[in-house]
């Protein structure tokens, strides 16, 4: 069981202080013995891998990779690991293009395309540092865990030309990023039960009301991405502190009509 990484407070106060201390922070984590362990085993056995084959064997450092892009929930699904490390990314048709979570895209492009040996390992243990961060702050802010991740995932949404409609579906098929974005367009978690096609059309709604716009490369501009991740969190303390719903049921009551 890895330490959490305690703010003292979650929600918008907390990702205050986080966005003033996260830089000291994940140079503490580089330090931290556990972390250097996995990115020790990384580094020196990522160039001995000649196949899908010999890394979904490696436990560990399977478990490294998958870490990295924020998967290792997968950890157990070896097969599936292995057909997505197996595709081709030029093959529009190949396996992981056709999944809407794109993580599996990174995560194979990366694998199959990470340059030198010493260029791979550098990416791949800089992406475990950062998702273990995450992680660890996480474990004591949930909420906080999202709102960095989400800072990141949108960022992929930058110079991207397919359709809105398009990345849309991607947003929806990202688990995480899915949840930050129900939560600062305000929809409900019962949205998932709709048809695919209304969930994208009310996930577009929401965002053409909240923020202006339907473009995701737009929300990936930073003060746009500020705006959804604060949207987020003051949202969530409402949804989560049954005193914060009385509050905000008592003031609504008192506002202008």
Same mark, same amino acid.
């Given at each position: 069981m890895t330490p /959490? &990484?305690?703010?003292g407070l979650g929600g918008l106060p907390g990702w205050k202080i986080l966005q003033r201390t996260e830089a000291r922070q994940i140079e503490a984590l580089r330090k931290d013995s556990i972390v250097q362990r996995s990115t020790t085993y990384l580094r020196e056995n990522i160039d001995k891998v000649r196949s899908p084959e010999a890394l979904v064997k490696d436990y560990r450092l399977l478990s490294g990779v998958l870490s990295a892009f924020g998967l290792e929930n997968d950890i157990s699904n070896k097969a599936f690991i292995r057909k997505i490390l197996e595709s081709d990314p030029a093959d529009q048709k190949a396996l992981v293009n056709r999944l809407s979570d794109k993580r599996y895209l990174r995560m194979a492009q990366? &694998?199959?395309?990470?340059?030198t040996p010493a260029e791979l390992a550098d990416?791949?243990?800089e992406a475990f540092v950062t998702r273990e961060h995450e992680r660890r702050v996480g474990g004591a802010h949930e909420e906080l865990r999202l709102a960095m991740n989400g =800072? =990141?995932?949108?960022?992929?949404? /930058?110079g991207r030309t397919a359709t809105d409609r398009t990345l849309w579906y991607e947003v929806m098929g990202n688990p995480p990023l899915r949840k930050l974005m129900e939560g600062a367009l305000g929809l409900s =978690?019962?949205?998932?039960?709709?048809?695919v096609e209304r969930q994208n059309q009310e996930f577009m709604a929401a965002a053409q009301r909240t923020f202006g716009t339907t473009s995701l490369a737009a929300l990936a501009e930073p003060a746009q991405t500020e705006r959804v991740i604060q949207n987020y969190l003051a949202r969530s303390q409402l949804t989560e502190s049954p005193v914060a719903n009385r509050y905000s049921a008592a003031m609504s009551l008192l506002a202008p009509r």
């Open positions: /959490a &990484i305690n703010l990366t &694998i199959g395309t990470g340059g990416r791949l243990t =800072r =990141r995932e949108l960022q992929q949404f /930058a =978690r019962s949205l998932g039960k709709l048809p």
